[in-house]
């Protein structure tokens, strides 16, 4: 197999430019054209031909278009005779698609993934999946990242003697404890329901965090109902005081601003998975990079080594 070779879809090129400038190797161009009749066509404009091809795109809105662009990138590249084509795809947002919760819902985790392995991807590479079981939906080897070493080496400037984290709900339990773990600290979760896609509640918070400096975890913030929700039953415990912490910064609809807004929270955190809108300047944002992380297992895949090994 020879060079690594990496391209860009159109939703995150900054990401894809990090990841580049931490390998040493260029990131080739992506040509991308719209037909009047409004099908896109893409050529990839760099040699595959027995290359160990990357694609980086994470599926962010406008999230249908970028998922055909990708697959017509994973197309080309298959028609172009890439030795092996690795999907590196920071954000999943089909992740949470992936049980059948109601009847004749479709389960769109699964055949999402189904589509790239149709369209000819060998391999996918993603970080913090909403759920563990969306790792089994892929037919082709996944390697899954987390940011939680990232995060924890933000939050380890700060005295953590009396912090505990406190996940929103069940589902993001163990993610919180193995956080936990790396700071030291406590963990609690919220109780949650969720009614609609914008309406949740939370009845209770399981654990102590009364007087606690809570660190809220979760593995994405969209609009941010569920954490405002568990925030309302924070203060009811009067906690002494809430920092924000998150993978997936998708922060729609304002989210950012009405978090900066509550005089509790004193900070956000997230990654730069996936493009982050510009805040205001007196939004409480810090976002970190997950191009070295992504990056060195992107080098690991290419030369045969453990990915694994990153998390030990």
Same mark, same amino acid.
């Not at 092996?84 to 919760?101: E, F, I, L, W």
């Given at each position: 197999?020879?060079?690594?070779?990496?391209?860009?879809?159109?939703?995150?090129?900054?990401?894809?430019?990090?990841?580049?400038?931490?390998?040493?190797?260029?990131?080739?161009?992506?040509?991308?054209?719209?037909?009047?009749?409004?099908?896109?066509?893409?050529?990839?404009?760099?040699?595959?031909?027995?290359?160990?091809?990357?694609?980086?795109?994470?599926?962010?809105?406008?999230?249908?278009?970028?998922?055909?662009?990708?697959?017509?990138?994973?197309?080309?590249?298959?028609?172009?005779?890439?030795?092996?084509?690795?999907?590196?795809?920071?954000?999943?947002?089909?992740?949470?698609?992936?049980?059948?919760?109601?009847?004749?819902?479709?389960?769109?985790?699964?055949?999402?993934?189904?589509?790239?392995? =149709? %369209? &000819? *991807?060998?391999?996918? /590479?993603?970080?913090?999946?909403?759920?563990?079981?969306?790792?089994?939906?892929?037919? +082709? #080897?996944?390697?899954?990242?987390?940011?939680?070493?990232?995060?924890?080496?933000?939050?380890?400037?700060?005295?953590?003697?009396?912090?505990?984290?406190?996940?929103?709900?069940?589902?993001?339990?163990?993610?919180?404890?193995?956080?936990?773990?790396?700071?030291?600290?406590?963990?609690?979760?919220?109780?949650?329901?969720?009614?609609?896609?914008?309406?949740?509640?939370?009845?209770?918070?399981?654990?102590?965090?009364?007087?606690?400096?809570?660190?809220?975890?979760?593995?994405?913030?969209?609009?941010?109902?569920?954490?405002?929700?568990?925030?309302?039953?924070?203060?009811?415990?009067?906690?002494?005081?809430?920092?924000?912490?998150?993978?997936?910064?998708?922060? =729609? %609809? &304002? *989210?950012?601003?009405? /978090?900066?807004?509550?005089?509790?929270?004193?900070?956000?955190?997230?990654?730069?998975? +996936? #493009?982050?809108?510009?805040?205001?300047?007196?939004?409480?944002?810090?976002?970190?990079?997950?191009?070295?992380?992504?990056?060195?297992?992107?080098?690991?895949?290419?030369?045969?080594?453990?990915?694994?090994?990153?998390?030990?």
């Amino acid at each position: 197999m020879r060079d690594i070779t990496v391209f860009s879809g159109s939703a995150h090129p900054q990401l894809a430019a990090e990841i580049c400038a931490h390998l040493g190797t260029p990131l080739h161009p992506v040509r991308l054209h719209r037909f009047a009749n409004d099908c896109l066509e893409v050529q990839l404009q760099a040699n595959c031909r027995e290359r160990d091809v990357f694609l980086i795109q994470p599926l962010v809105p406008p999230v249908q278009e970028h998922l055909v662009e990708l697959l017509l990138m994973i197309d080309a590249a298959r028609g172009a005779s890439a030795a092996r084509t690795t999907v590196v795809m920071p954000h999943y947002a089909y992740a949470r698609s992936d049980k059948k919760d109601a009847p004749r819902i479709s389960i769109g985790g699964r055949l999402v993934a189904d589509l790239m392995v =149709a %369209a &000819g *991807a060998d391999r996918v /590479l993603a970080m913090t999946l909403h759920s563990p079981q969306v790792h089994g939906f892929f037919s +082709v #080897p996944v390697d899954h990242l987390h940011a939680l070493r990232e995060l924890a080496a933000h939050f380890r400037q700060y005295d953590l003697s009396n912090t505990v984290v406190v996940s929103p709900d069940l589902g993001n339990a163990k993610e919180a404890a193995a956080f936990a773990r790396l700071l030291g600290a406590e963990v609690a979760m919220g109780a949650k329901q969720r009614l609609s896609d914008d309406k949740v509640t939370i009845s209770s918070v399981i654990g102590e965090v009364r007087g606690k400096d809570v660190i809220v975890l979760d593995d994405e913030i969209a609009r941010g109902t569920t954490v405002i929700e568990l925030l309302d039953r924070l203060r009811e415990r009067e906690v002494n005081s809430i920092r924000i912490a998150c993978t997936h910064g998708l922060f =729609a %609809a &304002g *989210a950012v601003e009405r /978090l900066s807004e509550l005089d509790e929270v004193l900070e956000i955190v997230c990654t730069n998975t +996936v #493009p982050i809108p510009e805040p205001k300047p007196d939004a409480k944002l810090h976002v970190l990079s997950v191009a070295p992380a992504l990056a060195e297992a992107m080098r690991r895949i290419h030369e045969g080594e453990s990915v694994s090994a990153l998390f030990g």
